[in-house]
């Protein structure tokens, strides 16, 4: 059965960094688009990061130039890179599989927190 599984989470100063992961078991990341989003206590759920399943990507104007979305195909594993984190960062973070030809999501991680402290 596919899963989704996050970690990477924490908590950390404005300013410092986290890299989270998505180990995407049952999945060919090859041959998927993935995604990332975020979901701040009180607010919908925001788009952060797709990746496609040739590498080519997409980022929220909201982390562009701070984040990165990557993934191992080899290891069936995506990644966020996260630097110059803002408070405003702090929130819940989910991996997401998308259909490739809406981007929207059909199966989604249990996610992972990230809280970022001024």
Known sequence: QAQLVESGGGSVQA??????????SGYIL??????WFRQAPGKGRERVADIDADGSNTIASSVKGRFTISKDNGKNTLYLQMNSLKPEDTAMYYCAALYCST????????????TVSS
């Open 15 to 24: 300013g410092g960094s986290l890299r989270l992961s998505c180990e995407a």
């Open 30 to 35: 090859s041959r998927v688009c993935m995604g």
């Open 103 to 114: 981007r929207g999501p059909y199966s989604w991680g249990q996610g992972t927190q990230v």
